[in-house]
Nanobody
Framework: QVQVVESGGGLVQPGGSLRLSCAASGSILSINGMGWYRQAPGNQREWVAG???????NYVDSVKGRFTISRDNAKNTVYLQMDSLKPEDTAVYYC?????????????WGQGTQVTVSS
């Protein structure tokens, strides 16, 4: 049984910081790409950041220079450090992992964590 669990959301004032974590557990052989998405009320889910198995990162333009994605392969965990947060960053944030299991490779989503940026 594979589980992908997120943590770290909350309420923060504009200009503040939060760090999201997403950890996978179960019979995992390795993890390929990892990514973060977000969905604000009334909007479609959008891609925010991604990191390859080799550590190459990429970001949507609206978060470049403010957000940092990283991974700890030993812990099967991906992080999203969010600095200089803005009200428009308010959304439910989801992680996505491409997991290599025994005999197959599949995408797994986290359950989502709420990030609210407000004074």
């Amino acid at each position: 049984q594979v589980q992908v669990v997120e943590s770290g959301g909350g309420l923060v004032q504009p200009g503040g910081s939060l760090r999201l974590s997403c950890a996978a557990s179960g019979s995992i052989l390795s993890i390929n790409g990892m990514g973060w998405y977000r969905q604000a009320p009334g909007n479609q889910r959008e891609w925010v950041a991604g990191i390859t198995s080799g550590g190459r990162t990429n970001y949507v333009d609206s978060v470049k220079g403010r957000f940092t994605i990283s991974r700890d392969n030993a812990k099967n965990t991906v992080y999203l450090q969010m600095d200089s947060l803005k009200p428009e960053d308010t959304a439910v944030y989801y992680c996505l992992m491409n997991l290599r299991l025994l005999g197959r490779t599949s995408d797994y989503w986290g359950q989502g964590t709420q990030v609210t940026v407000s004074s």
